[in-house]
């Protein structure tokens, strides 16, 4: 991980006892080391966050920006210098005081000081507090939990799952209400940021008005998402579990391969530059997902006593380029049929890349939980799209491109006998309850797995018109509307799911207020979702 002379003075001062906060600085400590600055704006500013709870631990996360938008590449946030001391503490209370756990981590110019502490050892099944401190400056109190052991009965979950925040069309009222109706857990399931720019005018611009695409503009993005109270609060006091999807990065990217055909190499820089500043933003584990060049772990596994497994999964970074993505002007995706792609069907191709695929198979296999979430970015569920002359088209970025993984998977979870499977997925800026199909091509085959799929935070939705007449040739479906925006929530409990999908009643105004779409519920032992 490349930081020796970092890692022997934070063991010196770890060694030598925690940095002091409040009452006056630290002794010297270490020759190099200076005491905290003493800041003329607040530091904080892009907030505080927790994500992947287990059952000792959880990852805390913030990063120092007294000038979150600065445009000058040498002083990311406002920054310079050298590695500062952050000091974190965490408590039983919500007052912070009766503190279990405090330390002191450095946030490093190369990480845009940003730091990410992996908190093990502690208890499980049980809600803490926490702040930071650097300097002269102290972080607001945020909350966060470890999981449940593993085998540790459950009675009752809930969790939030999110996707599509795109912060010029909508004011982010979605996330201020998810965090009113206090989930275990929130799930992200990417398009955390747009990359590019919208041509309509939005309620409120993206900072730098240009396409994010190196290092300095994807942290402004992100740092500008940051600075929004509601996804702020969102994150103090909720934990996240994180995947991305391709607006992380840029529209419809496969692997190596850009939607407007870059050269892969040149394409790599730039997903390392997104990849990082995903990274430096993000509360996921170091010991896991610091970057590395243009590859950055992401898929992983979570686990909330014998209820629930989340798989998380990375839908971007292994996947086969779209198929046909070769012919001209036909970067990211496009509806293709059998007759114009054949390529579509080639069972070597896959959305996960072979390594992921075997451990999500290995995962689901040995899962002995309730429930078993796959947590990914796009709609899974076989869907027609009756074309004008009558043929029949499928959309190739998401798992229509892929259809011999999907029944790879599909066999897979009925083979292995996996309990209760249901996926969740994003992207699509729409609310969808599908049946998945142990065969697409026969309607009488079980279905073995449930999805939804739930609809954008803030980003226009896909064309009602349009997939509405695509329903009558996609009986597996069973509910789908583009029309709002929102959330889905889900209550979980070991003899039913209940999803319900949120909605607000304007994405342009800040103040707008929340209702139910409609509700689902999934019955132990038995897929597809049943409305309630
Ligand atoms: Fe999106």
């Known amino acids: ?171 982010f009222s979605a996330y201020r209400h998810l965090t009113d109706e206090q989930p275990d857990i929130v799930v992200f399931l990417g398009d955390y940021i747009y990359e590019n720019f919208g041509r309509r005018p939005g309620v409120r611009r993206h900072s730098d008005g240009v396409v994010a695409s190196d290092l300095r503009t994807y942290r402004n993005r992100y740092a500008q998402y940051r600075t929004d109270a509601d996804l702020q609060r969102l994150h103090a006091t909720v934990p996240a579990l994180m995947t991305w999807d391709d607006h992380e990065v840029q529209n419809d990217y496969a692997d190596d391969l850009s939607e407007t055909f870059d050269d892969p190499a040149t394409f790599l820089k730039r997903r390392a530059a997104a990849y990082r500043a995903f990274y430096e933003h993000m509360p996921v584990r170091p010991s896991l997902s610091h970057p590395d060049g243009p590859t950055m772990r992401v898929y992983d596994r979570f686990a909330f006593g014998d209820l629930i497994e989340f798989s998380v999964l990375d839908g971007r970074q292994y996947r086969s380029s779209q198929a046909c993505y070769a012919k001209p002007n036909h970067g990211g995706g496009h509806a293709e049929t059998d007759a114009s792609c054949p390529e579509r069907r080639d069972g070597a191709r896959s959305m996960l890349g072979m390594a992921q695929e075997t451990w999500l198979f290995d995962g689901l296999a040995a899962s002995r939980a309730k429930w078993n979430v796959i947590a990914q970015d796009v709609l899974m569920a076989d869907l027609r799209e009756r074309q004008p002359d009558g043929t029949i088209g499928y959309w190739t970025d998401d798992w229509n491109g892929y259809p011999a993984c999907r029944a790879r998977l599909m066999q897979h979870i009925h083979d292995a006998r996996v309990r209760n499977a249901v996926v969740i997925g994003g992207d699509n800026h729409a609310f969808w309850a599908n049946d998945l199909k142990l065969d697409v091509n026969d309607q009488r085959s079980p279905t073995v797995a449930t999805e939804f799929v739930g609809t954008s935070i803030t980003s226009f939705g896909s064309n009602f018109e349009a997939y509405s007449s695509w329903l009558p040739d996609n009986p597996h479906v069973h509910f789908y509307d583009s029309r709002k925006r929102g959330y889905a929530l889900v209550d979980v409990a070991p003899e039913r799911m209940n999803v319900a999908m949120r909605v607000i009643s304007d994405a342009a105004d800040p103040n707008a207020t929340l209702s139910t779409l409609r509700n689902f519920v999934v019955e132990n032992g038995r897929a597809g979702p049943i409305e309630a």
């Open 1 to 171: 991980m490349g930081h020796p002379k970092i890692l022997l003075t934070r063991r010196g001062i770890l060694r030598a006892g925690a940095w002091s906060i409040g009452a006056g600085l630290a002794p010297a400590l270490i020759g190099c080391v200076a005491p905290g600055p003493q800041w003329r704006q607040n530091p904080f500013s892009l907030g505080i966050a927790s994500g992947d709870p287990v059952p000792d631990g959880f990852v805390l996360w913030t990063r120092l920006a007294p000038d979150p938008l600065s445009a000058d590449p040498a002083t990311p946030g406002g920054m310079t210098g050298g590695a500062v001391p952050v000091a974190y503490e965490i408590a039983a209370d919500p007052q912070m005081l009766d503190i279990r756990r405090r330390g002191t981590v450095f946030a490093l110019p190369e990480d845009a000081w940003s730091v990410h502490v992996e908190i093990g050892g502690l208890p499980a099944g049980r809600p803490y507090w926490y702040r930071f401190s650097a300097g002269s400056a102290q972080s607001s109190i945020g909350k966060t939990m470890t999981a449940p052991a593993a085998n540790a009965a459950l009675p009752r979950m809930r969790f939030g799952f999110v996707s599509c925040a795109n912060y010029e069309v909508g004011y």
